[in-house]
């Protein structure tokens, strides 16, 4: 559905698969007989938006409805967007082509806190005006959604409304509005008052924000009796019965995750108190194993991907994981189809399970211990040991693995030099253990990833403050300094540009125009190391008179109002306060299976929950 004048631009690009559409299983509708047009926006590639299973979900539940169409849009590599500004083209929609000014509705799903400037630079691309109170009746309708709605102040302005939670139901009730206030004649204003009734709705411009003289939140508060004080997240309560896509698009071009991603359940039973994800996806909710078998066969069926991958953030904590296994091996081993299980925890990788999964193809295993030493794993609540580590590499290893991947992170809260060193100590045991072992003579690879600390909004260490740069990188140095074998390969992440997430992940309001000024600068993919200008942004919160460092680096007293507490992931602040302490006092919780900690999430209702 290109249209001619794009046409002869695609011949200019890199890659003009990421704007051609038309994919097997793309759908198309006939835009006469839809009553609200609908475009899903992913604010990076296409190779990455088409690996995201919340935009294929999102996109099939609201193509279920005969009255919507909904369409893909991705942030335009350099390239094409050159091309677009040169002769004075919108950016358009993958399956009609039409640009996103004609659309109902423009959604976007914000994954991560460096893609803001892309998000907003989309709606610049469109010919959208970028702040919500600059557009008229004409415009879009602007939404977001995503893991970084639970903050959104930071974008607050170019949004008309957020979408806090799951939003598979959701986005179809804010639809269904869309349409009976199409229908009745009613403005912008009357259907974002009527939408800020439904739970899970966040309408920014229907509150106030007020601050103390030293710069801190003072009050957020609704501007109007009938809009929600506090906007709970909305959660779907039984997985089973939930729509999830067997048919889907399948890409020209190899994307990040070329495979099929079944997911197993949501949420997380183990309570790392670094971890944003842990909290706001609570409570633990799976799906039984013959739903997930039905779904496997069949997005086999429909797409002819030979990989299948289980989707969660602890794939070894589904409670029928085994049953699981099994029911699948019966039908992937014949027909030559792998099975992946990221996200396993090391305590729970043992050597059945690995043999099976790794019946058809072998690939180097991945574990995250986070921290070195076992007082600061003790610390960020991670419960596992160095020996029941030590003992999943000799699993592994016996198992014919040789190579491992580990994640730790630096500048944790309390961490010293002492727990650096032990990450490369931690590193070295592993390596010589595999040489004690004597299997097969061949070189063993461990590869050490450590990324920066950036604390979030709903976890217990949202109170915490960032290592500055130079802690961080001296950190990295340290690590570094300490890894004596080429046998390791040490990664570590840029500390600039994790100061940077830091900044917006608590962020407020003041801040949307910093981004608009990066947007105007040319900021975009500033998760890219070959696009991000720490200088520039330095320059830019400058010119806005912004302190970044009162974002990252300062820690928050435990009565501060935060810029997100109108939002609520159902976890409570009490709990939270209390992980907090006891982070301090350096002591564990349990998982949630174990003994139930009381921090609320169980208490949203009619959830079918595998906690207690």
């Known amino acids: 559905m290109i249209k001619d004048e794009y046409k002869p631009l695609l011949k200019k690009v890199e890659k003009p698969g990421r704007y051609t559409g038309g994919e097997f299983g793309s759908t198309y509708k006939d835009k006469e007989n839809i009553d609200v047009r609908f475009c899903f926006c992913f604010p990076d590639t296409y190779e990455i938006g088409m690996s995201n299973l919340g935009m294929k979900i999102l996109t099939h539940c609201l193509n279920k409805l005969d009255f919507v ?64 109170a600059d557009r008229g009746e004409d415009y879009p309708i602007i939404i977001g959604g995503g893991p970084c709605a639970y903050n959104p102040e930071p974008v607050a302005d170019f949004f008309d409304l957020f979408s806090i939670g799951e939003g598979e139901e959701h986005l179809c009730e804010i639809t269904a509005l869309c349409r009976r206030c199409k229908k009745e004649g009613k403005s912008k204003a009357e259907f974002l008052r009527l939408a800020s009734r439904i739970p899970g709705t966040y309408v920014p411009s229907l509150y106030n924000v007020d601050y103390n003289s030293d710069g801190t939140i003072q009050s957020v508060t609704p501007k109007y009796p009938d809009v929600p004080a506090v906007v709970e ?282 981004i608009a000024e990066a947007v105007s600068r040319g900021q975009r993919f500033d998760g890219w190391d070959e696009f991000i200008s720490f200088e520039n942004w330095m320059d830019i919160f400058e010119k806005c008179g912004i302190d970044p460092a009162f974002y990252a680096n300062r820690e928050r007293d435990i009565d501060e109002v935060f810029p997100w507490d109108h939002i609520s992931c159902g976890v409570s602040k009490v709990f939270l306060i209390k992980e907090y302490q006891k982070a301090k006092e350096e002591k564990t919780t349990p998982d949630c299976r174990t003994k139930c900690s009381g921090c609320g999430a169980n208490r949203l209702g009619g959830v079918r929950s595998c906690c207690p």
């Open 69 to 132: 169409w909904c369409e893909r849009c991705f942030a335009p590599w350099e390239d094409f967007e050159k091309l677009l500004r040169q002769n004075s083209l919108p950016l358009y929609a993958l399956e009609s082509g039409d640009e996103l000014k004609e659309f109902d509705i423009v959604a976007f799903t914000l994954q991560y806190e460096l893609s803001y400037t892309n998000a907003v630079n989309m709606l610049d691309l469109a010919g959208i005006p970028l702040f919500a």
């Open 233 to 514: 997240k909305r959660i779907i309560s039984d997985l089973d019965r939930a729509e999830f896509p067997t048919d889907f698009e399948i890409p020209f071009l190899e994307t990040v995750h070329d495979r099929i991603n079944i997911e197993i359940f949501r949420g997380c039973i183990r309570g790392c108190r670094f971890c944003q994800a842990g909290m706001i996806y609570r409570p633990c909710r799976e799906k039984s194993g013959e739903v997930l078998n039905r779904c496997a066969l069949e997005s086999v069926k429909n797409t002819g991907y030979d990989e299948i991958s289980l989707s969660s953030l602890s794939t070894s904590d589904y409670t029928e994981i085994d049953k699981l296994i099994n029911k699948l091996i019966e039908w992937t081993e014949e027909r030559k189809i792998s099975l992946s299980l990221p996200s396993m925890r090391i305590d729970a990788f043992y050597e059945e399970l690995m043999n099976k999964v790794m019946s058809v193809r072998k690939s180097a295993l991945t574990f995250a211990p986070e921290a070195g030493s076992q007082r600061l794993r003790d610390v960020i609540n991670k419960n596992i040991t160095e020996e029941e580590i030590l003992k999943s590499c000799k699993t592994a290893f016996e198992n014919g693995r040789q190579a491992l991947k580990l994640y730790f992170m630096n500048g944790l809260p309390s961490e010293t030099g002492e727990d650096i060193k032990e990450i490369a100590l931690l590193a070295q045991k592993i390596v010589d253990l595999y040489y004690k072992m004597r299997l097969n003579g061949k070189r063993l690879n461990v590869t050490v990833s450590v990324s920066c600390f950036v604390p979030k909004p709903f976890t217990p260490f949202q109170w915490c403050k960032q290592d500055t740069i130079e802690e961080l990188e001296g950190k990295q140095k340290l690590l570094r300094e300490e890894i004596k074998t080429k046998k390791i390969t040490y990664n570590y992440h840029n500390a600039k540009v994790s100061f940077l997430e830091a900044v917006f992940a608590r962020g407020d309001r003041r801040l949307s125009k910093a």
